[in-house]
């Protein structure tokens, strides 16, 4: 667990998980899908920008299809930008296990942005989060290991 104090004479406490070990397997789906939609959609300028250059870059070498699918994750992100959706910071409130010793376990959208609505009431920054997840984010890699490098050890190949 790591925890972090924020707020007016750093009053609140927030623990957060630091470890994929310490997760519950409906919080690491979450998570998992949260992150995935983080990675492939995004939900901020730079991914619109990022998007756009995707689609020129397939229509100008005649990849249709690819070109369609970028054009439905343009829209989405562009979704999630006007619900104010910030995939970041529901990525951020996933890992939240408790806000001043009150369990979290609403993994909903909803109730990801309530958790970032009450921690911003109290004084989160987005710098910190962002911070944050950038420091959870090497610690949660170097503990990681993909499954199959697993497989590999065990001297099995996977042949799905």
């Known amino acids: 667990m790591h925890t972090i104090k924020i707020g007016g004479f750093r009053k609140h406490t927030i623990e957060l998980y630091d470890s994929i070990k310490e997760i519950t397997a409906e919080r690491d789906h979450a998570l998992n899908c949260m992150i995935t939609i983080d990675l492939g959609i995004g939900a901020d300028m730079d991914s619109v ?12 070498n005649g990849h249709r299809e690819a070109a369609q699918q970028e054009a439905v994750n343009l829209h989405n992100n562009f979704f999630m930008m006007i ?13 939240v296990k ?28 987005q710098s910190q989060v962002e911070e944050l997840l950038s420091d959870l984010k090497k610690k949660l890699s170097r503990n990681f290991i993909p499954s ?4 590999m050890e065990a001297g099995e190949m996977q042949t799905s």
Do not use: W
Request: proline share 2%.
């Open 98 to 125: 408790s806000i001043d010793k009150q369990p979290q376990y609403d993994l909903t959208d909803e109730g990801c942005k309530k958790v970032i609505r009450k921690l911003s009431h109290m004084g989160l920054r």
């Open 49 to 60: 920008a990022e998007h756009f250059n995707t689609l020129h870059e397939h229509l100008s």
């Open 83 to 95: 619900e104010k959706i910030n995939t970041k910071s529901l990525c951020f409130a996933l890992l």
């Open 148 to 151: 199959f490098l697993i497989d």
